[in-house]
């Protein structure tokens, strides 16, 4: 299944499933060793972190938590740049050191308004590890601890990640072909 077709649009294969799942390990090793002794809330933000989050969870040997927050800017293959809350916040942070899991950072205005919210409600230390992460497009300095890939500014979906809800059940990741 190297090209693929989600709805009006063609993708061919861009991560596949093996390179996730290794990278994911790579990243949970770093991740047990870093916050070692301490205890964890990972706090993903919907719709596309969910299998991301359910795959490094697992792998990770903290005492831990997880939460999830909804977010979203995106509107078809483009920012909207305008961000709605879909799903507030009713977790207790403070003090608490927290794992944000982003599927993927664009612009990053996402990120930067988790971020905002997290330091509002006083976590202590507060990490950002992300599957994926587009260095043309951000344009933020908000530094990013913990990456899966850098890619280029290309529309993906797979693995989480849709094309107007659609394609978030393929194993892989694929990018948008022209
Ligand atoms: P920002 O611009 O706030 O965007 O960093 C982050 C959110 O936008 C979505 N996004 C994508 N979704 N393919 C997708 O399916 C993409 O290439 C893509 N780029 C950004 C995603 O929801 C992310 O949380
Ligand atoms: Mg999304």
Not at 63 to 69: W, Y
Not at 85 to 103: A, P, R, S
Not at 144 to 172: H, M, Q, S, T
């Amino acid at each position: 299944m190297n090209e693929i077709t989600v709805l009006d649009r063609e993708f061919s294969v861009y991560i596949t499933e093996d390179e996730i799942q290794s990278r994911i390990t790579a990243l949970a090793e770093k991740i047990n060793e870093d916050l070692k002794g301490q205890d964890v809330l990972f706090f993903g933000v919907l719709n596309g972190v969910f299998l991301f989050a359910a795959d490094i969870f697992r792998q990770i040997n903290l005492d831990c938590q997880v939460s999830f927050i909804k977010l979203a800017s995106y509107d078809g293959t483009s920012s909207t740049g305008k961000i709605k809350e879909l799903i507030g916040w009713n977790e207790d942070i403070t003090g608490k050191t927290v794992v944000v899991l982003e599927d993927i950072v664009d612009t990053g205005a996402t990120l930067e308004r988790v971020i905002g919210e997290l330091k509002l409600r006083k976590a202590a230390e507060v990490k950002i590890c992300t599957l994926l992460f587009k260095p043309e497009a951000y344009t933020k300095d908000i530094p990013i601890d913990y990456i899966g890939f850098e890619i280029p500014n290309n529309f993906v979906v797979g693995y989480g990640l849709d094309y107007d809800g659609y394609g978030r059940n393929l194993r892989a990741i694929y990018k948008l072909t022209k």
